[in-house]
Nanobody, 115 residues
Framework: QVQLVESGGGLVQPGGSLRLSCAAS????????MGWYRQAPGNQRELVAD???????NYAGSVKGRFTISSDNAKNTVYLQMNSLGPEDTAVYYC?????????WGQGTQVTVSS
């Protein structure tokens, strides 16, 4: 059974940075895609960034140049470095593992950007 455990959310001032981590456990085969989605109140869940097991990355336009996704395949862990955060980045961030079309989700971690 695949499990995803997220960490690293919290409260940060505008312009600040946070780093999210997501560790996957269980039976995981390659290739896969791991990514981060976010959902703000009243909005649909949206893709923030994802990375394939071969290292190819993809970003939403709103975070390009500010966020960086990376992974440690040996640890089945994906990271999201978030810089220059703004109030518009406030949301619950969810880790996703796409394994042959089956999606596994983390419990979500709150990111709040406020002064």
């Amino acid at each position: 059974q695949v499990q995803l455990v997220e960490s690293g959310g919290g409260l940060v001032q505008p312009g600040g940075s946070l780093r999210l981590s997501c560790a996957a456990s269980g039976i995981i085969f390659r290739p896969y895609v791991m990514g981060w989605y976010r959902q703000a109140p009243g909005n649909q869940r949206e893709l923030v960034a994802d990375i394939t097991s071969s290292g190819r990355t993809n970003y939403a336009g709103s975070v390009k140049g500010r966020f960086t996704i990376s992974s440690d395949n040996a640890k089945n862990t994906v990271y999201l470095q978030m810089n220059s955060l703004g109030p518009e980045d406030t949301a619950v961030y969810y880790c996703d593992l796409n394994l042959f079309g089956s999606h596994y989700w983390g419990q979500g971690t709150q990111v709040t950007v406020s002064s």
